[in-house]
C-alpha cells in the first residue's frame, strides 16, 4: 500500500513562493509517475504538473508554465512543486498522486490528502 502525505502549504501574499513536498511510502513510488492537482472551493479539481518516473520528462498546465516546477527525488520518495510569483487565484488546495498509466494527466491510483495554499493580494 502507498501512503502520499503533503506538507509545506500555506498563507503567502501575492508574489511569493510556496514549495510544497510530497512524501511517499511504500516501494513502488519509483516506478510510477507523479502529479500534483488543486482544488478551490466550489471548482473542479484540476491538473497542475505531473513528473515521470525517472524524473526526466515534465508536464505542466498552462498556467503553470514559467512559475511552477515540479521535480522528484526517489532516493528519498519525495516529489516537490516549487511555486512561483504566485496570485491570488492560486488558492487551493493541492494534491499529489501517483500513477502507473496514462501519463500525464490520467491514471493516478493514490492520492494525499492535500496541503492548503492561500494566497492573499
Known amino acids: 500500500q502507498v501512503q502520499l502525505v503533503e506538507s509545506g502549504g500555506g498563507l503567502v501574499q501575492a508574489g511569493g513562493s510556496l514549495r510544497l513536498s510530497c512524501a511517499a511510502s511504500g516501494r513502488t513510488f519509483s516506478s510510477g509517475h507523479m502529479g500534483w492537482f488543486r482544488q478551490s472551493p466550489g471548482k473542479q479539481r484540476e491538473f497542475v504538473a505531473s513528473i515521470s518516473w525517472s524524473g526526466g520528462d515534465t508536464y505542466y498546465v498552462d498556467f503553470a508554465k514559467g512559475r511552477f516546477t515540479i521535480s522528484r527525488d526517489n532516493a528519498k520518495n519525495t516529489v516537490y512543486l516549487q511555486m512561483n510569483s504566485l496570485k491570488p487565484e492560486d488558492t487551493a488546495v493541492y494534491s499529489c498522486?501517483?500513477?502507473?498509466?496514462?501519463?500525464?494527466?490520467?491514471?493516478?491510483?493514490?492520492w494525499g490528502q492535500g496541503t492548503q495554499v492561500t494566497v492573499s493580494s
Open positions: 498522486a501517483l500513477g502507473f498509466a496514462g501519463w500525464p494527466t490520467s491514471g493516478y491510483s493514490y
